[in-house]
């Protein structure tokens, strides 16, 4: 059974046309990022640092572990309240929706005349753009629900294509994860963990945050190799566990033997966080619940002085 496409007026209304619009805005993001990424980001072999919140902070870590696999020099990801930047770095590449999250500013702020500074923004307005020494402009892929969706999305998009990947396959699968209808089974399930390697173990965190945040589902997320050293125990019938990207040898007669739902597409994997990301919606609205107005978050971290 399936739970049909659903209309605007419904809550999370904004959330659902956002994720929609991923198709058409990564293939945006990339080809502004072919016209402008050489001039702005750091050049090949310097040692850098990315840095977020939230959502923006797990698009650091799949863009750091792209980066270093490429063999594009040393990249390090940090939650910007715990970013160390103080390690002779080149350059500092920084990751916000708003501009406004307080974390990040303080960072960009310390490092003004020291360390060059990339920021990749949603609101072009914002206060970020005046410490950044450069500004990668992502205005199209603002949003209006404080749940972000394509924002994250686009900006790793931008990321994937500056290092020289092709993100066709990821558009082209996107395309057919936003009209897909979502499974009941997934509405109903009692828990979810969501697994990754390399750079999908950043996306994998965030499906998981999605979930949390749209719906306050109970989720986990691991890296794929590590679910084996004990989080496994977790899984049992009416609990899914979700791989994006490689799967390891063995993971899948390990997860039959459980009784969960298992899920490997293998399809690519900023499609599957798309799908992900309807489903922390629809089950969402099954609970009443709103995304677009979560509880207790805002659209932006802003800490008292």
């Known amino acids: 059974m399936t739970v049909p496409h659903t209309v605007r007026s419904l809550p999370g209304a904004h959330m659902e046309t956002e994720l929609s619009s991923q198709p058409e805005v990564w293939a945006r993001a990339s080809e502004q990022a072919r016209a402008e990424a050489r001039s702005l980001l750091p050049?090949?072999?310097q040692k850098i640092a990315v840095l977020g919140c939230g959502t923006s902070w797990f698009m650091a870590q799949s863009y750091a572990a792209l980066r270093e696999s490429a063999g594009r020099g040393v990249t390090d990801a940090f939650a910007a309240s715990e970013a160390f930047?103080?390690?002779?770095y080149d350059a500092v590449v920084a990751i916000t929706?708003?501009?406004?999250?307080?974390e990040v500013l303080e960072v960009l702020g310390r490092l003004q005349s020291t360390v060059p500074t990339v920021v990749l923004v949603g609101d072009t307005d914002?206060?970020?753009t005046g410490v950044a020494g450069s500004v990668i402009g992502l205005p199209y892929a603002d949003e209006t629900s404080v749940v972000q969706t394509r924002f994250a999305t686009t900006a790793l998009v931008y990321l994937q294509t500056a290092l020289g990947y092709s993100v066709d396959s990821a558009i082209t699968d996107a395309g057919a994860a936003v009209t897909e209808p979502v499974a009941r089974e997934l509405i109903d399930a009692e828990q979810f963990t969501f697994l990754?390697?390399?750079w999908t173990v950043g996306l994998a965190h965030e499906a998981a945050l999605k979930m949390r945040e749209a719906s306050q589902s109970w989720t986990e997320s691991y890296p794929?190799?590590?679910y084996r050293h004990g989080p496994i125990s977790i899984a049992a019938p009416n609990r899914v566990t979700w791989l994006f990207g490689?799967?390891?040898?063995?993971?899948?007669?390990d997860m039959a033997s459980t009784g969960g739902l298992y899920i490997h597409r293998?399809?690519?994997p900023l499609a599957e966080l798309v799908r992900a990301q309807k489903v922390a919606l629809e089950r969402a609205r099954s609970r009443g619940l709103d995304p677009d107005q979560p509880r207790n978050l805002s659209r932006s971290v802003i800490l008292d002085a």
């Open 43 to 45: 050049a090949d072999g």
């Open 85 to 88: 930047v103080d390690r002779g």
């Open 97 to 102: 929706r708003s501009g406004t999250t307080t």
């Open 126 to 128: 914002s206060p970020i």
């Open 196 to 198: 990754g390697r390399g």
């Open 224 to 226: 794929a190799m590590e």
């Open 246 to 253: 490689g799967e390891p040898q063995g993971l899948a007669a």
């Open 266 to 268: 293998g399809t690519a």
